[in-house]
């Protein structure tokens, strides 16, 4: 696989996945450095339950900050987001987030398209994205969106996925910059700058 990631400036990191990508990001999580230079938002499909405990077991894995979405709150680099769940998160002009309660798209809430598309509006080739472990088709829209702004499309390895239908799907339909397992994918996340 080619190494143009290496030196590749991120100024936002987006991971959307849903079932399959919770023991993805437990693998990964630890792998990752202690000083990303770089915001990371997590937006999984989740259960619609006031569950806070989500945050907090993936917080035990990482020794970056990690908290859950508030609304109008600063991206900031080095802290790891997770959207909330039943809300879909945007991210403004200004580089806030925004959390929105219309419709479920691709039957969920947070929609990883909604995150991902509106990401790739406000920071272009500065952002890098990837699609874990999912059932549905959810993501791929929203990695076409990345792509068109400049940023980077990046996919789980359908054959490591517990769910291989969400990076499969992405891969039929959109050049894919990277496909990865757990281990290339933290040394990929490392990687950035």
């Known amino acids: 696989m080619e190494e143009n990631h290496l030196n590749h400036t991120c100024e936002l990191l987006l991971i959307g996945g849903s079932a399959g990508s919770l023991e993805v990001l437990f693998r990964l999580l630890p792998l990752l450095r202690a000083d990303l230079p770089f915001p990371v938002a997590l937006v999984l499909h989740r259960r619609n339950s006031g569950d806070s405990t989500l945050s907090e077991l993936l917080a035990s894995k990482t020794l970056n900050p990690t908290q859950e979405v508030e609304d109008k709150e600063p991206v900031t680099p080095g802290t790891i987001y997770l959207a ?59 990695l076409t969106a990345v792509k068109q702004a400049g940023g980077m499309a990046v996919v789980q390895n359908p054959d490591t996925a517990q769910m291989p239908f969400m990076p499969h799907y992405a891969l039929t339909h959109l050049p894919i910059d990277h496909v990865f397992d757990t281990i290339e994918m933290a040394a990929f996340i490392n990687s950035l700058t």
């Open 84 to 142: 909330p769940a039943d809300y879909h998160l945007l991210i403004e002009h200004n580089r806030t987030f925004s959390l929105d309660y219309s419709e479920k798209i691709n039957f969920s809430r947070p929609s990883i398209d909604v995150t991902f598309e509106s990401a790739a509006e406000v920071y272009g080739p500065g952002l890098v994205a990837i699609l874990l472990s999912g059932a549905n088709e959810d993501g791929t829209s929203g």
